[in-house]
């Protein structure tokens, strides 16, 4: 049986200190106590609790502390190092009592260096009510309450010294406690409703017909409303496709969270280098694009200044927080629609007064027409550059609100649906096919200058300056809620995740992500034209993994609730029509694949050594050893690369089994080798009733055990308790184990539980 889940004091022996009588159990408190500052047992990562009443004082800040149906908190537990105990007043720590009557109990944990700094917190009650779960850990009974605990019945004295004054409170424990509710009391991030969140994703897809309806004449001719309109019924297919996938496990990542609970780990990064790419890729082009549009009003102007100029504006704004980015984007969005309305009513006005023998005509049977089956296909590729920003609602789904993303998926679908056709048909029959090829990038004003005159012109770029601008927004939106993905699943820096103290928004994604975009821009001497087609392959490729995981999904979840299902003709419709697309943009211009793979490339290959840095710190470590024998550097470098493997490895990763069949246990273990770093696997059973159980649970983890050698399987069952969010923090708070390094079989029919609700549980196996 493996002992290091249980605390020093603990011991394989029946007669275990949870079974002593009181007086021993304080008597062996009372002993640590006084050999704290002493004793070298307790390191200064050692955990201590530390118990400070606030029962009558009642500060406003505990307010937020409450979840609904529950009384107002009288005790705050104060997880700390033994050093910050003492130097609090307190030469004993306190067990956690259980509670009565309407009092409510928090375990908030503080850096171990110091005594603030809290860092989470969550409640040592059930979500019902009752006395928190017990567990039983190799089949010993164990609370889990850290390094020395001891248990104590309910009737025993809170345990605070007689100096203290009568409030419980030492000298120097408010200070603790105020610094504690300062930070617990900021108020969480507001949700995005409907019109923010599709602003977001929205001034990306909309601001497209800027440069999607000129490109799409070019190839398509008379024929670009068609193409327009195809892939526009693409876009219908896939919103059922996102529909489903998403909701089924609402978390940010996009196709890489799809592919994710579907696939392997290393399958799911390629989608998530190519979503990077493309999201590198739509800053960069929405910034050039939208200088080059004010460049057309305003003459003169350094595009190369405005261009950085627009990134580093957006990059403090995301900075500062995205409610305050989504309101940025929703007047831009608003502003943008109603001017595409003026547009096409004006555009409408014309084209009744010219009919289709003034433009139209000509233009069917000008030398720049292609024939029917070329321009269709080049048209229909060309067009769909027109869609991009429509995976972007699902990489900040977990900032919605509840319901809205679906909604999202309808509003981006819409807009596309019925401008783009519109703009392409009426510069058809306003304009002659010559100015609409000579003027591409900028077709849109010239349709304006065509239907009403030089102010519609400057109106039209003006808006495409500010909407394109927007799009940066959907940009550094897109990558944050994916980076902090990708860096909780241990696929990029930790580091990466830090929230600064002023807004609470992870200003190094921000920073890096503009530091690319800048340096990638000045790189290709603002020539954004290969940076597009790398741009048009990268969401289109994202696009069909997108449905993929959703066949995926069908056939290996396909017990998995969900609230929205596709047909399988509408998966595999958007399926085809994607890669028809994206064959359609390599063959347009074949060298655009040359620029993607050198992209791609780089991308990846930083992706990948993050991803697979155990392995590099093993190969650095052999070569160290032989570079370095026979020198005094050869014990520092070799202990500094073990202790970083050792960093990687020593996250636990939990596999929750509602039964005992080794099969299913083995599977996972299995998985958690191929796809995760790490040599210590905990396989957690949540029941109610010890009665229920799994025959030979714990036999069978211990055959695991001595299965694997190199991974430590250890077992767990939580009794008290249903299988449900509070199972999941009850984890997380004893074990320091993230709620995405927790993974479940794919759930069936009879599943209860929410998916969402679990927090980021991750499924593994079918």
Same mark, same amino acid.
């Given at each position: ?19 002593? $009588? ?18 070298? %047992? ?70 171990? !260096? ?20 017990? @567990? ?37 424990? *408010? ?11 900021? =108020? ?34 008379? #024929?670009?409303?068609? !193409? ?25 990542? $996009? ?130 550059? +027109? ?17 809205? #993303? ?14 783009? *056709?519109?703009? +392409? #048909?009426?510069?058809?029959?306003? @304009? ?31 808006? !495409? ?27 990029? *820096? ?25 340096? @990638?821009?000045? /790189? ?8 597009? $087609? ?35 003709? /509408? ?72 202790? /970083? ?5 020593? %996250? ?10 080794? &099969?299913? @246990?083995?599977? !996972? ?24 159980? =799994? ?6 983890? %211990? ?10 399987? &250890? ?32 759930? $069936? ?18």
């Amino acid at each position: 049986m493996n002992e290091s889940l249980l605390p020093p004091n603990s011991n394989n022996n029946n007669n275990s200190s949870s079974n002593n $009588g009181n007086n021993s159990s304080r008597n062996s408190d009372e002993k640590t106590a006084a050999q704290l500052e002493n004793t070298e %047992q307790w390191s200064s990562a050692s955990s201590f609790r530390v118990e400070a009443r606030v029962m009558g004082r009642q500060p406003s800040e505990l307010e937020n502390w409450m979840f609904p149906g529950w009384g107002r908190a009288e005790v705050v537990h104060v997880r700390a190092s033994p050093q910050a105990a003492v130097a609090a007043g307190h030469k004993e720590f306190v067990r956690k009592k259980r509670t009565k009557s309407n009092a409510a109990y928090w375990n908030t944990q503080v850096p171990l !260096a110091e005594a603030a700094g809290v860092v989470r917190r969550r409640s040592s009650r059930s979500s019902n009510g009752e006395a928190p779960p017990e @567990m039983l850990v190799n089949g010993v009974e164990y609370d889990g309450h850290g390094a020395g605990h001891q248990r104590f019945s309910d009737n025993q004295e809170d345990g605070f010294d007689g100096d203290e004054d009568a409030d419980g409170l030492s000298d120097e424990a *408010p200070e603790v406690i105020n610094r504690i509710l300062e930070q617990e009391s900021r =108020p969480p991030h507001a949700l995005l409703g409907q019109l923010a969140a599709t602003a977001i994703c929205g001034n990306d897809i909309t601001a497209s017909c800027f440069y999607t309806v000129g490109l799409t004449a070019t190839y398509a001719g008379v #024929f670009a409303p068609a !193409a327009l309109l195809a892939v526009g019924i693409m876009l219908y297919f896939f919103r059922a496709v996102y529909a489903e996938v998403v909701t089924s496990k609402p978390e940010n990542g $996009g196709a890489y969270n799809a592919l994710l609970n579907t696939t392997a780990k290393s399958t799911a990064s390629i989608a998530a280098c190519l979503t990077i790419l493309s999201y590198i890729a739509t800053a960069v082009v929405s910034a050039s694009s939208a200088s080059s549009y004010l460049g057309n009003v305003v003459a003169e102007l350094d595009e190369t200044m405005i261009t950085i100029g627009l990134l580093g504006f957006f990059a403090l704004l995301n900075i500062i927080g995205i409610n305050e980015s989504a309101t940025v984007a929703t007047v831009l969005f608003l502003v943008h629609i109603g001017t595409l309305l003026v547009l096409v009513t004006v555009s409408f006005i014309k084209f009744t007064s010219l009919g289709f023998s003034t433009h139209f005509v000509p233009n069917f049977h000008s030398d720049l027409q292609m024939d029917v089956g070329k321009a269709i296909f080049y048209g229909f590729s060309a067009a769909s550059l +027109g869609i991009s920003g429509f995976e972007t609602s699902a990489n900040f789904v977990e900032e919605q609100r509840e319901g809205v #993303f679906p909604l999202t998926l309808r509003n981006m679908w819409a807009a596309t649906f019925v401008f783009n *056709p519109l703009l +392409g #048909f009426f510069s058809l029959t306003n @304009m002659p096919m010559a100015d609409i090829t000579e003027s591409s990038d900028v077709v849109l004003a010239k349709l304006g200058g065509h239907s009403s005159g030089h102010w519609l012109e400057v109106w039209i770029s003006i808006d !495409a300056f500010l909407v394109l601008s927007g799009s940066i927004i959907t940009s550094f939106v897109g990558v944050c809620g994916l980076c902090k993905r990708l860096a909780g699943d241990r696929c990029l *820096p930790a580091f990466l995740t830090t929230e600064n103290e002023w807004r609470r928004t992870p200003h190094w994604i921000i920073i890096s992500f503009f530091c690319i975009c800048v340096s @990638m821009y000045l /790189a290709l001497h603002g020539n954004t034209e290969s940076l597009s $087609g790398v741009y048009s392959i990268a969401f289109l490729t994202v696009m069909a993994l997108f449905a993929v995981g959703d066949m995926l999904l069908k056939y290996k979840r396909g017990t998995m609730p969900r609230k929205y299902r596709a047909s399988w003709p /509408a998966v595999i419709s958007a399926f085809v029509l994607v890669v028809i697309a994206l064959f359609g943009t390599i063959l347009r211009k074949p060298q655009n694949l040359r620029y993607f793979v050198f992209y791609f490339t780089g991308t990846a290959t930083l992706f990948f050594v993050t991803f697979a840095r155990l392995t590099v710190l093993k190969l650095t470590l052999s070569a160290m050893r032989r570079i370095l024998k026979g020198t005094r550097l050869r014990a520092p470098v070799e202990r500094f690369l073990q202790d /970083a493997i050792h960093a990687v490895t020593a %996250q636990s990763i939990v596999f929750f089994s509602n039964t005992s069949r080794l &099969d299913v @246990m083995n599977k !996972a273990i299995l998985y958690i080798r191929e796809n995760e770093q790490t040599r210590h696997v905990l396989i957690v059973h949540v029941c109610e009733k010890e009665s229920d159980v =799994p025959s030979h649970f714990a036999e069978h983890v %211990q055959v695991l055990d001595a299965l694997y050698p190199k991974v430590q399987v &250890d077992s767990l069952v939580l009794l008290g308790i249903p299988f449900c969010r509070d199972a999941v923090d009850e984890l997380t708070e004893r074990y320091d184990i993230p709620p995405n390094l927790m993974f479940i079989a794919a759930p $069936g029919k009879r599943f209860r539980v929410k998916i969402a609700s679990l927090g980021g549980v991750r499924v593994i196996t079918h």
